[in-house]
Nanobody
């Protein structure tokens, strides 16, 4: 059974930082592209940043220079370091694990940035 469990969300003031974690089980973690997505109120879910099995990353323009993704294959965990947070970063953040043939989602963690 595949599980992706996010943690680290919460309430932070604008300009602050948060670190999200996603612990995976039930998959061969190192093979998967791992990503962070978010869904803001009234908007569609969008890619924030992802990291391939080889370590290459792809991020949304809105977070470049502020957010960084990393992975620890020994711990089956992917991280999202979020700095210089803005109110518009408020959203539910979801962890995703994908291969061409499969895709799995976590339950999401709320991030709220107050102005």
């Amino acid at each position: 059974q595949v599980q992706l469990v996010e943690s680290g969300g919460g309430l932070v003031q604008a300009g602050g930082s948060l670190r999200l974690s996603c612990a995976a089980s039930g998959i061969t973690f190192s093979r998967y592209t791992m990503g962070w997505y978010r869904r803001a109120p009234g908007k569609q879910r969008e890619l924030v940043v992802d990291i391939s099995s080889g370590g290459g990353t792809n991020s949304a323009n809105s977070v470049k220079g502020r957010f960084a993704i990393s992975r620890d294959n020994a711990k089956n965990t992917v991280y999202l370091q979020m700095n210089s947070l803005k109110p518009e970063d408020t959203a539910v953040y979801y962890c995703n694990a994908r291969l061409p043939s499969s895709s799995y989602w976590g339950q999401g963690t709320q991030v709220t940035v107050s102005s």
